[in-house]
């Protein structure tokens, strides 16, 4: 009977010490903004030609550029942020939603390897609204997350199918 108790009371104590462990491994979200970050926006573009695809780019303007951003979820999709600098510095994520592409069926194994592979969806840590984005930056050897929300979507870009000098 005492042996019983023992083990009862052990696997207690690794039952409350797994549920703890979880909350350490969860990503915490940081109040204050790692810089000043301008409105962000976000704006879809389609490709005019075939396979050129389709996708939504999520711009960040920096009037400071003293830390470096890393990364950026958005609409479940993860991808790392580009940092551009035009009339004002700014990063952007790139998510491509479609390759508006033909599938090749085939006996002959040659033809179908010449598909594009799938883009596997990483799993998300977050949950997010359609107007909200996490970017990851680090400080030192930890890595942070800010969450933005409230992103404009900007009018669609619509690529022409033939480049503007004919060729």
Do not use: H
Not at 10 to 24: G, N, P, R
């Amino acid at each position: 009977m005492k042996s019983l108790k023992q083990i009862s009371s052990l696997i207690v104590l690794l039952v409350l010490m797994a549920s703890f462990s979880q909350c350490s491994t969860a990503q915490k979200l940081q109040k204050k903004a790692p810089m000043e970050i301008g409105e962000v926006y976000a704006q879809k573009w389609v490709a005019g030609l075939k396979g050129g695809g389709s996708g939504i780019n999520v711009f960040i303007p920096v009037p400071d550029t003293s830390i470096t951003l890393d990364s950026i979820f958005f609409r479940n999709q993860k991808a790392k942020l580009e940092f551009i600098k035009r009339g004002q510095d700014l990063y952007v994520g790139r998510f491509q939603t479609s390759q508006n592409q033909d599938i090749i069926l085939s006996s002959d194994m040659k033809e179908e390897s010449k598909n594009r592979l799938p883009i596997f969806k990483e799993e998300m840590p977050f949950e997010l609204n359609a107007d909200e984005c996490i970017i990851t930056y680090r400080e030192g050897d930890k890595t942070l997350y800010y969450k933005i929300s409230n992103i404009e979507m900007k009018e669609p870009l619509y690529y022409p199918n033939v480049s503007p000098n004919g060729q």
